[in-house]
T-cell receptor, first 112, second 118 residues
Framework: GQQLNQSPQSMFIQEGEDVSMNCTSSSIFNTWLWYKQDPGEGPVLLIALYKAGELTSNGRLTAQFGITRKDSFLNISASIPSDVGIYFC????????????FGTGTRLQVTL | DAGITQSPRYKITETGRQVTLMCHQTWSHSYMFWYRQDLGHGLRLIYYSAAADITDKGEVPDGYVVSRSKTENFPLTLESATRSQTSVYFCAAASGKVGSELAKNIQYFGAGTRLSVL
């Protein structure tokens, strides 16, 4: 099936550092979503993007919908210990109603 | 969030047994989805439903059966469990309504069911 290439697979950073991760695809997407999953829980929506070029913030998180509609980026500023978890990108392909294609996730570890 | 609940949270079963995982949502969202999550594979779609009595296969449907007789419930059945079906299973719901254009594609997830097949 359709794949989203998400990178990096994992990150080990120190508290206070900024984090960047991205998702790319060979296909065009209509919607990009970013989720976070804490251990033992389901993914929780962080940011939703609906237009090419859109830049949206949610607290310390900022995400962008790539101009080509084939990629998206998530940045976390001044990381804190509770940022630990797995971050997933997800995209909605044209004509697929509410179905989403998920990336394989970026595992973030924050050290004090 | 209490909007979508999955049960049980943990299940251990034996090879060959039938197992049903339950999913219930309180929003009356049109779309519901079942995913499995395995290391190295992220979230893979098993089945989805666009409305009551309408279901369709996802990426990895073999060995699974779904039904949707009511909008709020979307059970997933493993008819004869195999060890390869050991996984964490997530249910999700999305409104899919044109009226809520900006939010229709957002999927909201349950807390998951961790299934072990011995």
């Amino acid at each position: 099936g359709q794949q989203l290439n998400q990178s990096p697979q994992s990150m080990f950073i120190q508290e206070g550092e900024d984090v960047s991760m991205n998702c790319t695809s060979s296909s065009i997407f209509n919607t990009w979503l970013w989720y976070k999953q804490d251990p033992g829980e389901g993914p929780v929506l962080l940011i939703a993007l609906y237009k090419a070029g859109e830049l949206t913030s949610n607290g310390r998180l900022t995400a962008q919908f790539g101009i080509t509609r084939k990629d998206s980026f998530l940045n976390i500023s001044a990381s804190i210990p509770s940022d630990v978890g797995i971050y997933f990108c997800a995209g909605q392909l044209p004509g697929t109603a509410s179905k989403l294609t998920f990336g394989t996730g970026t595992r973030l570890q924050v050290t004090l | 969030d209490a909007g979508i609940t999955q049960s049980p949270r943990y299940k251990i079963t034996e090879t060959g047994r039938q197992v049903t995982l339950m999913c219930h949502q309180t929003w009356s969202h049109s779309y519901m989805f079942w995913y499995r999550q395995d290391l190295g594979h992220g979230l893979r779609l098993i089945y989805y439903s666009a409305a009551a009595d309408i279901t369709d296969k996802g990426e990895v449907p073999d060995g699974y059966v779904v039904s949707r007789s009511k909008t709020e419930n979307f059970p997933l059945t493993l008819e004869s469990a195999t060890r390869s079906q050991t996984s964490v299973y997530f249910c999700a719901a999305a409104s899919g309504k044109v009226g809520s254009e900006l939010a229709k594609n957002i999927q909201y997830f349950g807390a998951g069911t961790r299934l072990s097949v011995l």
